[in-house]
């Protein structure tokens, strides 16, 4: 089953303009990863927060993350065409690291 | 460095067909994993390897096995094909320490 539940499936956007993209997700969790994966290819770290975390910031990276309401939210600041791409979350549980992805936001920047 | 890489790329299968899928990673990590990634969906864990010679199932393992001899490969077989398997298969790794993971390209599997 899917832990994570990503909002919207797909968004189309304007360079320079600004992408959020959700994530809802069902336990407790440790951290919650987003990864981004171009067509065709593996996916890629993005960036981690923690469960004791409320906002990360990572270049042009804003990642949110509410644990009373399970959510996060991807926040990409002056988009480039070079950021279309599927971006998915990731939650962790177990002993090994476990990942359970989300569904995945489908993400295009038109130039 | 190579980081995590996977062999075939491609591969046709008919069904009851068996193959292996292969995994390496050059980056000493402990913790390994396989995937697979059905259209329009997330990536679901198939099976996982916490150190050498140990694997463990994810949410996913009926119609596969695993071996995980070397530190640096990790196997994923499919004994007898089914056209259910047909997807797309990433082999990821990961310190124990460190949340990140690595994946490989990807091997686009096509049962018919």
């Known amino acids: 089953s899917q832990q994570g539940e990503e909002d919207p499936q797909a968004l189309s956007i304007q360079e320079g303009e600004n992408a959020t993209m959700n994530c809802s997700y069902k336990?407790?969790?440790?951290?919650l990863q987003w990864y981004r994966q171009n067509s065709g290819r593996g996916l890629v770290h993005l960036i981690l927060i923690r469960s004791n975390e409320r906002e990360k910031h990572s270049g042009r990276l804003r990642v949110t993350l509410d644990t009373s309401k399970k959510s996060s939210s991807l926040l990409i600041t002056a988009s480039r065409a070079a950021d279309t791409a599927s971006y998915f979350c990731a939650t962790d549980s177990g002993s090994a690291r476990q990942l359970t992805f989300g569904s995945g936001t489908q993400l295009t920047v038109l130039p | 460095n190579a980081g995590v890489t996977q062999t075939p790329k491609f591969r046709v299968l008919k069904t009851g067909q068996s193959m292996t899928l292969l995994c390496a990673q050059d980056?000493?990590?402990?913790?390994m994993y396989w995937y697979r990634q059905d259209p329009g969906m997330g990536l679901r864990l198939i099976h996982y390897s916490v150190g050498e010679g140990t694997t463990a199932k994810g949410e996913v393992p009926d119609g596969y096995n695993v071996s995980r001899l070397k530190k640096q490969n990790f196997l994923l077989g499919l004994e007898s094909a089914a056209p259910s398997q047909t997807s797309v298969y990433f082999c990821?790794?990961?310190?124990?320490?460190?949340?990140?993971?690595?994946f490989g390209p990807g091997t686009r599997l096509t049962v018919t």
């Open positions: 336990t407790s969790i440790n951290n």
């Open positions: 990821a790794s990961s310190y124990p320490a460190n949340y990140e993971q690595y």
């Open positions: 980056m000493n990590h402990e913790y």
